[in-house]
């Protein structure tokens, strides 16, 4: 079983930068894919970013690649979405995910936080 936290969400203004942390519990953190997704109202959830077990390979979605980076710390059971260069259209609920693989399809997920909100306004 994996309990994950997210934090770090709020409002900010386009052009902006936030840092997304999502904490896990359990001993099992490394040996875990993690993703991020997102969901608009009245949206499907749909995929930002995963990364590998160790860190060392990473995926994102094209509408976010080259302005969110994410990243984990496995001594922290940690793993981080850093957001910049922010647009409205990027205003979602943020969900982390853990699976037994780096994927960028949800129901390959088996655990899942609570999510964050992220509010892109002028």
């Known amino acids: 079983q994996v309990q994950l936290v997210e934090s770090g969400g709020g409002l900010v203004q386009p052009g902006g930068s936030l840092r997304l942390s999502c904490a896990a519990s359990?001993?099992?953190?490394?040996?875990?894919?993690m993703g991020w997704f997102r969901q608009a109202p009245g949206k499907e959830r749909e995929f930002v970013a995963a990364?590998?077990?160790?860190?060392?390979?990473?995926y994102y979605a094209r509408s976010v690649k080259g302005r969110f980076i994410i990243s984990r710390d496995n001594a922290k059971n940690t793993v981080y979405l850093d957001l910049n260069s922010l647009k409205p259209e990027d205003t979602a609920v943020y969900y982390c995910?853990?699976?037994?693989?780096?994927?960028?399809?949800?129901?390959?997920?088996?655990?899942w936080g609570q999510g964050t909100q992220v509010t892109v306004s002028s």
């Open positions: 990364i590998g077990r160790s860190g060392d390979s990473t």
């Open positions: 995910a853990a699976g037994a693989r780096s994927s960028t399809v949800k129901y390959q997920y088996d655990y």
């Open positions: 359990g001993r099992t953190f490394s040996s875990n894919a």
